[in-house]
């Protein structure tokens, strides 16, 4: 058994970049394996956001954006009841 755990893979990235992860992991006293995981993680955690976005997205497509009186006043006077920090 190997000394990692999880899926092995090749990537071609460029020189510069390549480089300047080197100096990172260096400095992180981290290997360049897991400075990769790590930026990876981070990456797909950033964008899952859009995932979020998406799906409020088609909620709003599917009951429409129609804005009503009362509606409009509840959520105005639930939006000051909130503290902004």
Do not use: C
Request: aromatic fraction near 8%; charge should be negative; hydrophobic fraction near 40%.
């Amino acid at each position: 058994m190997g000394h990692t755990l999880g899926m092995k893979t090749a990537v071609s990235i460029p020189d510069e970049v390549f480089e300047q992860g080197e100096r990172l992991a260096h400095r992180l006293h981290t290997t360049r394996s897991q400075l990769y995981a790590r930026a990876l993680a981070d990456f797909v955690v950033q964008h899952e956001d859009d995932k979020i976005t998406s799906s409020m997205n088609e909620v709003l497509r599917e009951v429409g954006t129609e804005e009503y009186a009362f509606t409009r006043r509840a959520a105005d006077q639930a939006l000051r009841r909130v503290e902004w920090s």
